[in-house]
Each structure stands twice: as structure tokens, then as C-alpha cells.
């Protein structure tokens, strides 16, 4: 065997050494920095587990504890932002309300905003059963599902390596109005946007009901309209992926938490399923809902903020 011979094996070993390498290394980290829908799902019967999260409920106390105790571990900075609301029409006047605030990466810049509510109705106006339609509903879908999906990008984010900084934002008080009084709904949204400065936000992304078992996410009408951008930015990810659960048409139109923000010139996409026929009813429960549905909108997610 020449010397050269001997040279080039012994190159060849040191790339084949090198690669093995570099894709064990690969294995090894790439769980970390991968969304986890079955743990996600776990998020959502651990919510539903506290009971009603609804104003004032002693479920809600608890969801405000369980909430900050799971991001004091993950992120920069958690902030309890605590405000009251007075209904006129019910004379009723609830203290303490609370969005809760996950920040990371707080010197990063642009910032963008990760969202949904964490509050469950307290009425079931849907309900088949008149005589329940009073009672507070276990909202596994709508409420507990868009937090799970953010709990869980929490505890990717932080060994990420993202092109933006991110806030983790949870509303109270998105579901509590009656039809036809639309100051009644997405109180905490409106309130939050009123605390943070004109163009905080580059973008965000509001997630509501996205855990139905049969997932079908169409564009909402006015993100598509005010929010085109980071709604193009969404569905051409969700295309690109092959995540099928993103139609590409626009259906509803929803007064949701982020018109608040359109209203105030930061475009944030809503990302609802409307088509669930348990919405507002007792039977919104976690059999309703699937882990594969939430790693569909985890997994888009999680694409649009890696750098």
C-alpha cells in the first residue's frame, strides 16, 4: 500500500468519524427540539382536571398557579398581569383577573407574540341539556387547547435558536359575554393591548380551539384581511410541511382575541377551527380532542419561529 493510499483511508475514516458523529449528535438533540403532541394533550387534561376555569372559579385560582408554576421553570421573565372588570348588566364585579406574560429571550428583537385564552365560559349556552345551560363547561377545546400547544413550544423555545423574541401571552375573560355584546368578550386581550406600546409586536399568532379530533383550520376573514401577511406566512409553512389540516380559503369571520390588536395595528392571525359541534357545550371535553391535532398547529408553529 503507497503512502498516499494510506493517506487517503485514513481521510476517508476521518469524514466517515466526523459524520457519524454529527448525526449522532443530531439524534441525540433533536427530541429536545421537536414538538410533542402527547405531552401537549397531557397540558390539556391537566387544565381540564382543575374544573371550570371561568371567573372568579375556584378552578381559575388554581389554573393561575398551575400556569405560573409551569413558566417560572422555562422562561426570562413570567409577569401576573392582574386588572378588574365590572359587568353593568349583572352588577358583577370580578377582582384579580389575570394574563399571564411568558417572556423569552427579552433583549431579541423583532418581538412577536404567541397567544390564546385560558378562560372557560360560564355559562353553556349550546348546551342540549336546558337544565345545564347555567354551569361553567370543562373547555378542553376551547380554552385548554390553544395553552397546551404554547406550554409545549415552551419548553422547546428556550434551547432554541429563533430568529425573534417571544412572548407567551394568556388571556382571562376572552369567553365571558352573551351574543350581541361584543364588550363582553376578549376582555383581557383588550386590556393587555392597551398596556404595551404602538408596534410592541412585529406580528402574532392567536390560537383558539385547535384541538378538535377533526381538525379543519381555515383562514379567519379578518386576519385574512388585516393580518395577510403572517396569515400567508402560516398556511405557505403549513403547505410546505404538508400539515393538511390548514385549508387554504377563508371561512368565518370571528370576533376572537386578536382584533383587539388589529384594531391597534398589530396584524395577529387567528388560527380557530369553528366546524366543532361541542363548542359551548358540556361535552367540550379531552375525547373530543386529539394529540395529533395539536402537534399539526405545534409543529407549524414551531417552523415559522426557528431561524
Same mark, same amino acid.
Given at each position: 500500500m503507497t503512502a498516499h493510499s494510506k493517506s487517503l483511508r485514513g481521510f476517508a475514516v476521518f469524514v466517515a468519524i466526523l459524520v457519524i458523529t454529527a448525526a449522532a449528535g443530531h439524534s441525540c438533540g433533536s427530541p429536545e427540539l421537536e414538538f410533542d403532541g402527547q405531552r401537549a394533550f397531557?397540558? *390539556?387534561?391537566?387544565q381540564v382536571d382543575l374544573g371550570p376555569r371561568n371567573p372568579g372559579s375556584p378552578g381559575a385560582a388554581k389554573a393561575i398557579e398551575y400556569f405560573r408554576n409551569f413558566f417560572d421553570q422555562l422562561a426570562d421573565t413570567v409577569v401576573l398581569q392582574r386588572f378588574s372588570f365590572t359587568d353593568t348588566l349583572k352588577d358583577t364585579m370580578f377582582n384579580n383577573l389575570t394574563n399571564i406574560v411568558a417572556k423569552f429571550h427579552p433583549e431579541q428583537l423583532p418581538r412577536i407574540m404567541l397567544c390564546a385564552h385560558w378562560d372557560t365560559?360560564?355559562?353553556?349556552?349550546?348546551?342540549?341539556?336546558?337544565? *345545564?345551560r347555567n354551569d361553567p363547561i370543562p373547555g378542553a377545546n376551547d380554552g385548554a387547547s390553544g395553552c397546551a400547544v404554547l406550554m409545549e413550544l415552551a419548553n422547546i423555545i428556550p434551547k432554541l435558536d429563533s430568529r425573534y423574541g417571544i412572548d407567551i401571552v394568556l388571556f382571562d375573560i376572552e369567553d365571558y359575554g352573551d351574543a350581541g355584546h361584543l364588550d363582553y368578550f376578549c376582555i383581557g386581550s383588550k386590556h393587555y393591548v392597551e398596556s404595551i406600546p404602538a408596534n410592541y409586536y412585529a406580528f402574532g399568532i392567536l390560537l383558539d380551539m385547535i384541538g378538535d379530533a377533526d381538525l379543519t383550520i381555515y383562514r379567519e376573514s379578518f386576519s385574512h384581511r388585516y393580518a395577510r401577511r403572517v396569515t400567508d406566512m402560516v398556511w405557505d409553512k403549513a403547505a410546505e410541511l404538508g400539515v393538511t389540516s390548514f385549508i387554504n380559503a377563508v371561512k368565518d369571520t370571528i370576533y376572537d382575541d386578536h382584533v383587539p390588536f388589529l384594531q391597534n395595528g398589530i396584524p395577529v392571525c387567528d388560527l380557530i377551527d369553528f366546524d366543532y359541534p361541542y363548542w359551548h357545550t358540556h361535552s367540550d371535553t379531552p375525547d373530543k380532542c386529539s394529540p395529533q391535532s395539536l402537534a399539526d398547529v405545534g409543529k407549524v408553529l414551531l417552523a415559522l419561529i426557528r431561524r
Open positions: 397531557g397540558y *390539556l387534561t391537566d365560559r360560564p355559562f353553556a349556552d349550546h348546551e342540549p341539556d336546558s337544565s *345545564l
